[in-house]
């Protein structure tokens, strides 16, 4: 289970970046080894929608 900093964002932030960050392995763990995150990559590509953004 994600840690308590992983699901509580600061004001402004992605939720998804930010729990993909702090708890990275949980979120990744689908993943086989070096493969890229497709929701991951496509927050790095086109950005962060704006429902996804700390308030």
């Known amino acids: 289970m994600a ?3 992983a699901v509580t964002p ?3 932030e992605c939720r998804q970046c930010w729990f993909h960050a702090y708890a990275s392995r949980e979120a990744h763990a ?3 080894p070096r493969e890229d995150c497709p ?3 496509d927050h790095m ?3 962060h929608p704006d429902h996804l953004i700390a308030h």
């Open 3 to 5: 840690g308590r900093k």
């Open 10 to 12: 600061p004001r402004g």
């Open 45 to 47: 590509r086109n950005g």
């Open 30 to 32: 689908h993943l086989a």
């Open 39 to 41: 929701a991951c990559v």
